[in-house]
């Protein structure tokens, strides 16, 4: 077994690594209490090449793989969850249209996800139906040559900045009279007629991204835009959300380490009962724990990750990286507030984003009890959803 990056691995990594540290780590406080999406820190990471890993050369890609994006993943997550997440997204929303779309979606899309010019959102989640996609009740019906869609979307990440330019959405297309609903996808154009975008959330978290809600009254969009073929979308969703489950999961293993790399400064410049706080034993057992955790989830994150480029990966291991990272994420966060003190309680040190950040990992893409359910059904057992 080789555990051992290749040369052009270890430069990707070092140059997202730094930069991580010099471009993106000292604007993130201030991003987070802005609330603002920094789109021309955004097209810098289009430039760096973040963007371009997984996707052709025909497309302006690196026609590297998945595990090379968890890798840069990781190293911007490290520095800013948020920023990290907005890019996840936004190339998911690619390989969606790059495996599914027609030429002309591609033409139209592609180019300017691929090099960051533009952002791409996923529109699943409805007000009352996250994981229960068999729920959703945004519809769709032929209109004009194309189509009409009517409903709402809830929490959908990069859907009401400047440069979004698609949004690839879930629809029920099905007569309403019908007891079985069937779905279909499609890359709705980010000005649509009849598409508004709500206001911005105020969130716990994941501050700097851009969550809006979205309505649909009477979108109009082309017969051209169904992406994949009529009453396949649910399951072409569910693939892009695998997909996000690996990037999620390495979004947390960057912030874990973030946790542990705070942690141990602290540690060591903390001064109480006549010297270091890092000198403490109960401290010293907090931070080798974190350090342990973290080793753990990223054997597990990149083991599934170089299982998606074999082709050999399933959705329990996909199940099992993203729940155990996530969770860990969250874990290092609360041990890394505890090693600040009251310190770590402020909105000002940065412990304190991490824990509303990584919170909602354990939720989006299918939430940890989703997961379990994965595993334990992928392990033989009887499931119901």
Same mark, same amino acid.
């Given at each position: ?33 802005e609330a ?47 920023l990290?997440l907005?890019?996840?997204? *936004? &190339?998911?929303?690619?390989l ?5 779309? !027609? @030429?002309? /979606? +591609?033409?139209?899309? =592609? ?12 529109a ?10 068999s ?5 769709a ?23 979004? *330019? &698609? ?9 309403? !009279? @019908?007891? /079985? +609903?069937?779905?279909? =996808? ?30 649909f ?11 994949g ?22 979004? !947390?293993?960057g912030?874990?380490?973030?946790? =542990? ?6 540690a ?7 010297g ?64 600040h ?12 984003r991490?824990?509303?950040?990584n ?6 893409d ?5 997961q ?14």
């Amino acid at each position: 077994m080789n555990f051992n990056l290749t040369e052009e691995q270890k430069a990707l990594q070092a140059q997202v690594a730094e930069f991580a540290d010099k471009v993106v780590a000292p604007g993130a406080q201030a991003r987070d209490q802005e609330a603002k999406f920094p789109v021309e820190l955004y097209k810098q990471v289009g430039e760096l090449g973040v963007t371009r890993i997984p996707f052709e050369e025909k497309w302006g890609g690196m026609g590297l793989g998945t595990f090379e994006s968890v890798l840069a993943y990781e190293q911007l997550a490290r520095a800013d969850q948020s920023l990290a997440l907005s890019t996840m997204v *936004s &190339v998911g929303t690619g390989l969606l249209l790059s495996r599914f779309g !027609s @030429e002309g /979606q +591609k033409e139209k899309y =592609l180019g300017d996800i691929v090099s960051g010019k533009a952002l791409g959102a996923i529109a699943g989640t409805e007000p009352q139906a996250g994981s229960d996609t068999s729920a959703f009740a945004t519809r769709a019906r032929p209109a004009d040559g194309g189509w009409a869609v009517n409903g709402e979307k809830a929490f959908i990440t990069n859907s009401g900045t400047d440069i979004t *330019s &698609v949004i690839v959405t879930l629809v029920v297309t099905s007569d309403p !009279s @019908e007891k /079985q +609903k069937t779905f279909s =996808l499609f890359a709705v154009p980010g000005d649509a007629p009849g598409l508004k975008v709500g206001p911005s959330y105020r969130k716990m978290g994941w501050r700097s991204s851009d969550t809006h809600p979205l309505f649909f009254d009477d979108c109009r969009i082309g017969a051209d835009a169904l992406l994949g073929e009529a009453g396949q979308g649910r399951y072409l969703l569910h693939k892009g959300y695998q997909q996000a489950r690996i990037f999620l999961a390495a979004c !947390s293993l960057g912030l874990a380490q973030a946790c =542990l790399e705070r942690s141990l400064e602290y540690a060591n410049e903390r001064q109480a009962f006549g010297g270091p706080i890092g000198r403490l034993q109960l401290v010293q057992k907090t931070i080798a724990e974190m350090a342990l955790k973290i080793e753990a989830a990223r054997l597990l994150v990149y083991r599934t990750a170089w299982m998606v480029d074999q082709g050999t990966v399933g959705l329990k291991d996909l199940s099992m990286a993203k729940w155990y990272a996530t969770e860990i994420g969250t874990e290092c966060a609360n041990a890394a507030i505890q090693v600040h003190g009251g310190w770590g309680f402020m909105d000002d040190c940065p412990v304190s984003r991490y824990y509303r950040d990584n919170r909602i990992c354990t939720i989006g893409d299918g939430t940890s009890d989703i997961q379990a359910l994965v595993i334990a059904r992928g392990l033989g057992l009887k499931v119901e959803f």
